[in-house]
């Protein structure tokens, strides 16, 4: 049977086979909520539901998709790397893709990195990092930021500065420990004792998101080099044009000793990652025969992705999408930031290309059905507007981060002015209903609330 054939015989039981084989909770969630669509197919900045309704994607899978949903430029290169029957993944041999990808992203990246070494995911190349950083320099602590996201595996999880994604994994790693981001004197401290193997943080903190006052990711990198500390930026989330650069280190001319990408390196059709480094890091760990496969991951360096990879960063300079980024993302803030006048609720609008944010906070003089909401959940409020957009306006975004009154959008970098327009006028739209709080959305949000317990932040992630 063909997968057309097997998806065709199930047609309508997508959610029921999904609880009754993976998660039951997060199908609960979606139906709690209204996410319970069935979806039928996607293309650049769009999602559609079975029923042909087309919605707008500011969530971009969680910045996946920079070069839009089903690019046809990655889709032709993975057809024609199937149809080549390269001998991929030989494992005592190398495929002459792999090699292609890292020149193509060296070339890219800043001149300190000359060495590429593959993964399957984003916490994977974070892992590589403190693994390798750990080896190359002899010493064992590893510093980073709170409030920072760098994924969910044992290591990545003890980086994160956040107690909603480490409270239930306890005891994590030892030798970890957390710095307020934007904070050069903290960070000193936590460095002077040049026993910390790896400073890694990420240029725009994505559980915020907070962006770095001016001068901070420089220090950051100049303290690092003083005591003998790996500078990690991690730009899972940030690389590959989000920010209207290939790299939103470009912004401030960092020279790290190690870069860890991935998400939205394949175009989102191909698990990948990768860890850039330094030759001094590279010929301090693979410093013989002996340790030539220190470290590595099965089905990362596979032909599939490389190939994806090669036809994602092709696509980027073609379409000049981190250029176009930049564009849009100033466009989106000239737009919104008039909010903060309009509405008593908006606190601030925020923005680096395509990343873009908005705060809320109870308004002047108080508001009791906003305490009611804040005593029921913290962050309450960001959801009754994630929740209309969605219903009312068929645009998806999400919260910022549990327990976060902030809405984050990462849309693919293909968006549009129109798609622009769409978004800030649904977005004023809830905004003036929602300020008033009207009582539906009251009782729909305490609803949301009860049904969410004794778990919290039901719509929050950062990855």
């Not at 590429?116 to 995911?121: A, G, H, K, M």
């Not at 601030?348 to 395509?354: F, I, N, Y």
Request: hydrophobic share 45%.
């Amino acid at each position: 049977m063909t997968l057309r054939e097997l998806l065709e015989q199930h047609r309508g039981e997508e959610l029921e086979l999904y609880a009754r084989t993976i998660n039951p909770q997060f199908v609960r969630l979606l139906r709690t909520i209204g996410f319970d669509r069935r979806w039928a197919r996607a293309e650049g900045a769009y999602l559609y539901d079975a029923d042909g309704t087309r919605y707008l994607d500011l969530l971009g899978g969680f910045g996946m998709y920079n070069v839009g949903r089903n690019n046809p430029r990655i889709r032709a290169a993975l057809i024609e790397a199937l149809e080549l029957e390269t001998a991929g993944k030989v494992q005592l041999g190398v495929s002459p893709v792999t090699a292609l990808l890292a020149s193509a992203l060296l070339e890219r990246a800043p001149s300190r990195l000359r060495r590429v070494l593959f993964t399957s995911s984003g916490t994977e190349a974070v892992e590589a990092a403190l693994k390798l950083g750990r080896a190359a320099t002899g010493r064992s602590r590893v510093v980073s930021c709170e409030h920072g996201f760098h994924g969910l595996t044992l290591g990545s999880l003890s980086a994160a500065g956040d107690a909603a994604f480490r409270a239930r994994f306890g005891p994590l790693l030892p030798g970890f420990s957390h710095v307020p981001f934007d904070d050069l004197d903290a960070l000193e401290a936590a460095l002077r004792g040049q026993d910390v193997a790896v400073f890694i943080v990420e240029p725009v903190q994505g559980h915020g998101p907070y962006f770095p006052s001016e001068g901070y990711l420089h220090g950051a990198q100049e303290l690092c080099r003083r005591y003998g500390t790996l500078f990690c930026v991690d730009e899972v989330q940030t690389g590959f044009g989000r920010t209207g650069r290939m790299f939103a280190l470009d912004h401030w001319g960092l020279e790290p000793d190690l870069l860890a990408v991935a998400k939205s390196l394949s175009g989102g059709y191909v698990p990948v990652g990768a860890l850039l480094m330094s030759t001094a890091v590279y010929d301090s760990v693979f410093d013989s025969l002996e340790h030539s496969v220190s470290h590595g991951s099965t089905f990362a360096p596979n032909d599939l992705a490389m190939a994806a990879g090669l036809a994602t960063l092709e696509e980027l300079d073609a379409q000049r999408l981190p250029e176009r980024a930049a564009r849009m993302g100033e466009l989106l803030l000239e737009r919104t930031r008039p909010l903060v006048e309009r509405y008593e609720i908006v606190k601030e609008v925020s923005g680096l290309g395509l990343i873009w944010a908005i705060e809320f906070q109870e308004p002047a003089g108080g508001s009791r059905s906003w305490r009611l909401l804040e005593r029921m959940q913290t962050g309450l409020f960001a959801q009754l507007i994630v929740v209309p957009l969605f219903s009312d306006h068929k645009i998806l975004t999400q919260v910022a981060g549990h327990d976060s009154n902030v809405i984050k959008i990462l849309p693919p970098l293909v968006l549009s002015e129109e798609d622009v327009d769409w978004f800030v006028e649904a977005l004023d739209a809830t905004l003036a209903r929602a300020q008033k709080l009207p009582r539906a959305m009251v009782r729909f949000a305490l609803k949301a609330a009860r049904a969410n317990r004794p778990r919290r932040g039901l719509f929050a992630k950062t990855s």
